[in-house]
């Protein structure tokens, strides 16, 4: 289970006008803004849950979901993830966490993903016959077999990312962190991609928390939608209470974020 | 000790997937690899002509100088081999790569020195070690159990002081996010300025490097020692008091990774 109470996170940003003179000034003065990414956010996620959550650019989805990782510290509030505080027991929450940054990869650029997975091994400590069972599982389900032999490198976006999310899954997370998964994805790689993370949810019971401007990545897979703009959550509830008149979910949540003032 | 060689066997694996990516570019790893080489060589001609004018540098003869630099340059070598990939570490925080550490239940510090090891260091390494053996056959020391024991002693609390100064080095990160380049004045410059028993630059210094940063503990006090100018029996244990200056730096490491900032979305 995962608990966020009243949780708060601000950035201080440096803002300067363009040109080399505005430059050279800031670097003895520079004009500060704060940023508040997050401001009194709070929710709770049942284990077993699929939780998309949505919002602009910038609306402090990534910060979130860095805060749960135990990657950034929060300014004020509580949060508990399976009884533990993320940022202060990092190590050992991370064992059974998997996150899967879209824009990032993990694997290593130059040799065969194979060799990637095997350093996983290594880092999560996966006991040999689990991780042979887990690898076996993940390259059938998402059709690797042919892509472990090569390099990331020489690997398409959609090949990657199936590779990138086997690499998150080999040790088994209880909870799966995705941001923004299927970015520049074809439509088959999107459809694969999702149908595993279906899958995952169903056989091995996985929470799954997925941030992602795809909509139908969202209807697809979502049970439950978290809206979240300028920091705050906005609204909580499933699929249907977005839709409501019906029509094309696009359109939808492009009016729900100016209902809200949040673009 | 099962967690040690844990942590121990990860390096290697990360070492191992390094040298299979180097492998990729052969040309650029064998030249640079020369290079490296040559580069470091023409320290030692440096000094080797200085040394035809000027025989004696404040009472220490051409060899003593030669083992202190020797010794100096092997400790350094060491440190570099192990910890260079803190080099590379202002990228990291800056594109946010360090987020990708975080989330792995791995000591962070392995992790970072793993993930960029170049295999030039191992010519670098290699340049060291003939050095070494040369500095040693040069000496001219009558060798015994204790002077062995300070020399090996030497290399383990030198490796361990440049250690630290690269951790400090990348920890300065969180907070500059740029690689500071005067830091390079105590790893890079320690081992020039380390060519010469640090007496030589004065008393002052010798009292910043003997309590500040212990690069004397290191060098001067063993050195001593070795060469029979004193024979206290605890000199040869000065240099494993220099391992003191790792405390420092990893607390402010620590303090570090909890300002980290991250970036991008």
């Given at each position: ?8 996170k601000?950035y201080?940003?440096?803002k300067r006008?363009?040109g080399?003179?505005?430059a ?9 803004e704060?940023?508040?990414a ?15 959550y ?5 609306a ?9 990782s135990?990657i ?10 399976d009884?533990?505080?993320p940022?202060?027991?990092r ?5 059974e966490?998997?996150?899967?940054f ?5 694997l290593w650029w130059?040799v065969p ?5 095997e350093?996983l091994?290594?880092i ?5 016959p689990?991780y042979?069972?887990?690898?076996e599982?993940?390259?059938e389900?998402?059709n690797l077999?042919?892509l472990?032999?090569?390099?990331a ?5 959609g090949?990657?990312?199936r590779c990138e999310?086997a690499?998150s899954l080999?040790?088994r997370?209880r909870?799966l962190?995705?941001d923004e ?6 439509a ?15 056989t091995?019971?996985?929470t799954?928390?997925?941030?992602t401007?795809?909509?139908?990545d ?5 049970s439950r939608i ?8 906005l ?11 019906g029509g094309?979910?696009?359109e939808?949540?492009?009016e ?7 673009q | ?8 066997r990860?390096y290697f694996?990360y ?5 299979r990516?180097?492998m990729?570019y052969k040309?650029?790893f ?9 580069v ?5 001609l440096?000094m080797f ?6 025989s004696r540098?404040?009472?220490?003869t051409?060899s ?7 010794v ?7 440190a570099?081999?192990f ?11 800056r594109t946010?790569e360090?987020?990708?550490?975080l989330?792995?239940?791995?000591n ?5 020195l ?6 030039t260091?191992f010519?670098?390494m290699?340049?060291a070690a003939v050095m070494?053996?040369?500095g ?22 030198g490796?361990?002081?440049f250690?630290?100064l ?9 907070f ?5 380049e005067f830091?390079n ?13 640090v007496?030589?630059y ?5 009292l910043?490097?003997?309590f500040?940063i212990?690069?004397?503990?290191i060098?001067y006090y ?6 029979g100018?004193?024979?206290e029996p605890f ?7 220099a ?19 991250s970036s991008?979305s």
């Open positions: 289970m995962i608990t966020m109470e009243h949780v708060c601000s201080k940003i440096a006008n363009a080399f003179g505005e050279v000034k800031a670097l003895f003065h520079r004009d500060y704060i940023i508040h997050l401001n009194d956010v709070s929710f709770t996620i049942r284990d077993g849950e699929m939780v998309g949505i919002g602009p650019n910038g402090g989805k990534s910060s979130t979901i860095k805060i749960l135990g950034l510290t929060p300014d004020c509030g509580t949060v508990l993830v009884g533990r505080i940022y202060k027991n190590i050992k929450h991370v064992k966490i998997g996150v899967v879209g824009q990032r990869s993990q130059d993903v194979i060799d990637s997975f350093l091994k290594d999560y400590s996966i006991p040999d689990r042979q069972q887990s690898l599982e993940l390259t389900l998402l077999a042919e472990l032999r090569s390099p490198r020489q690997l398409s976006l090949q990657r990312m999310i690499a080999l040790h997370p909870i962190f995705l998964p299927t970015i520049g994805l074809d088959v790689s999107k459809l694969a991609v999702r149908d595993f993370i279906l899958n995952q949810n169903k091995h019971g996985t799954v928390i997925l941030t401007h795809d909509m139908q969202i209807e697809a897979l979502a978290i809206l979240i703009g300028k920091g705050r959550i609204m909580d509830g499933t699929l249907d209470d977005i839709k409501k008149g094309n979910i696009d939808t949540v492009a729900l974020y100016r209902a809200y003032d949040i | 000790m099962n967690r040690i060689d844990k942590a121990v990860l694996h070492i191992s997937i390094n040298i990516c180097a990729q040309t650029s064998f030249l640079t690899a020369a290079g490296q080489f040559l470091s060589f023409t320290a030692f440096g002509v200085l040394f035809q004018r000027f540098v404040e009472g220490f051409y003593e100088v030669l083992l202190c630099f020797a100096m340059l092997m400790e350094f070598s060491l570099e081999m910890a260079r990939g803190f080099d590379r570490f202002s990228g990291m925080v946010g360090f987020d990708r550490v989330v792995r239940p791995q962070e510090i392995i992790q970072v793993g993930s960029k090891f170049e295999l260091r010519g670098r290699l340049q070494f053996m040369y040693i056959t040069k000496s001219g020391i009558q060798w015994n159990f204790p002077k062995v024991l300070t020399v090996i002693f030497m290399l383990t609390g490796t361990a002081v250690f630290a690269f951790i400090i080095y990348a920890a300065l990160c969180f500059t996010l740029e690689g500071l830091m004045i105590f790893t890079d410059g320690a081992r020039e300025f380390g060519k010469y028993p007496n030589v004065g008393p002052k210094f010798l910043f490097t003997t500040i212990p690069y004397a503990l060098q063993p050195l001593l020692y070795i060469l100018r004193r024979t000199f040869p244990f000065l240099p494993l008091l391992c003191w200056f790792l405390v420092p730096a990893l607390l402010f490491w620590k303090f570090g990774v909890r300002h980290y900032k991008g």
